[in-house]
């Protein structure tokens, strides 16, 4: 699968940015998908998850009510939407593709199959 995220840039403190991310090369609808961020000096951490089908989401506590993540099979596309947002936001945000659950997932601490080049989000206060 190849993954190609876009949609970062510079915004103000409470304003909004939606992240896309394009999935090619195998069948979208096998994959759970998620997004993740690293801001400089930190690790890489998970930030939302959506299930193939789409009918589970799940958020890290810091995003849960700001951020919104869906998926459009017919686009081969995942979404980011990101409200609210804070400078403690600002990080490269990328999307990661995995058929294995997210209770899988999460026991192997959100190590994706795939994963696409990242997109940076900026967040002025």
């Known amino acids: 699968v190849q993954l190609q995220a876009s949609g970062g840039g510079l915004v103000q403190a409470g304003g909004s940015l939606s992240l896309s991310c394009v999935a090619s090369g195998r069948t979208f609808s096998n994959y759970n998908m998620g997004w993740f961020r690293r801001a400089p000096g930190k690790e890489r951490e998970f930030v939302a998850g959506i299930s193939w089908s789409g009918g589970s989401t799940y958020y890290t506590d810091s995003v849960k009510g700001r951020f919104t993540i869906s998926r459009d099979t017919a686009k081969n596309t995942v979404y980011l939407q990101m409200n609210s947002l804070k400078p403690e936001d600002t990080a490269e945000y990328y999307c990661?593709?995995?058929?294995?659950?997210?209770?899988?997932?999460?026991?192997?601490?959100?190590?994706?199959?795939?994963w696409g080049k990242g997109t940076q989000v900026t967040v002025s206060s």
């Open positions: 990661g593709a995995d058929p294995r659950s997210w209770i899988v997932l999460k026991l192997r601490k959100y190590v994706m199959d795939y």
